[in-house]
């Protein structure tokens, strides 16, 4: 029987990591969390001294990435999620590890039936046969403020109109990419969380997902 899908695909900051955690959780479903593979490479290039625009360097990185040299802790800063975009609008960056997300989902450790992964592209290229799919969206203010508390809870000094930048101009390069760009699929739920709270959008997403694999 091949697994359960659940695609949730948003913006930077939009809620949708807490939720696909949560979803993962409730359904005893696998999780992957597939930004933070474009992180890792990312923060691998920066680590050499690279550049996470350049291809050949970020290309290397993603062929030879070993997910285990990173802590979340290196992973979650501003300066990953700036080298992740950065690495993620190069095509052969993304190619590189398409089978292993897609194998990942078709194939879910520890034998579970199902799997969340959330992040730009699952619904629309990673994995188009998942079963429920939901696009999480909120607003710029909404996704600023929720980074800077983030960011804040684990003692990072923070400038709001750099977070505010940061995220602007990672939107711009997400949706703007020639290749899998961020946005919903067409069979993809949306839901705008700009006024809900994160067990609001637990309990809708929970609802529409036993819905779809029911
Ligand atoms: O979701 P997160 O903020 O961790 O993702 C970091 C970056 O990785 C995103 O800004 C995006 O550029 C890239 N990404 C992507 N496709 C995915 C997941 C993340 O391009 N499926």
Redesign the pocket.
């Given at each position: 029987m091949s697994a359960i899908i659940v695609a949730i695909?948003g913006s930077?900051?939009s809620g949708?990591?807490t939720l696909a955690k949560r979803l993962a959780a409730h359904f005893d479903f696998a999780y992957l969390?597939?930004?933070?593979?474009?992180?890792a490479i990312?923060v691998a290039v920066l680590r050499k001294g690279g550049d996470p625009t350049n291809a050949a360097q970020s290309v290397a990185a993603a062929q030879t990435l070993d997910i285990a040299q990173f802590t979340p802790a290196d992973?979650?800063t501003e300066a990953?999620?700036?080298a992740?975009?950065?690495?993620?609008?190069i095509p052969a960056v993304?190619a590189a590890i398409l089978q292993f997300?897609r194998d990942y989902a078709h194939t879910p450790p520890q034998g579970k039936k199902g799997v969340v992964?959330?992040?730009?592209?699952?619904g629309t290229v990673?994995c188009p046969d998942a079963q429920a799919k939901i696009f999480v969206s909120a607003s710029l203010d909404v996704r600023v403020d929720r980074r800077i508390k983030e960011l804040r809870a684990k003692g990072e000094l923070v400038i709001e109109a750099r977070v505010r930048a940061d995220l602007e101009a990672?939107d711009a390069?997400?949706s703007g990419?020639s290749v899998?760009p961020?946005k919903p699929a067409e069979d993809a739920w949306q839901l705008d969380t700009s006024a809900l709270n994160a067990d609001e959008v637990f309990d809708l997403s929970r609802k529409f997902v036993a819905s779809k694999i029911a």
């Open positions: 695909d930077a900051a949708k990591g969390d597939s930004g933070s593979l474009y992180r990312g992973l979650r990953a999620g700036v992740a975009s950065q690495v993620a609008a993304r997300q992964i959330d992040g730009r592209d699952i990673v990672r390069r997400d990419r899998a961020m």
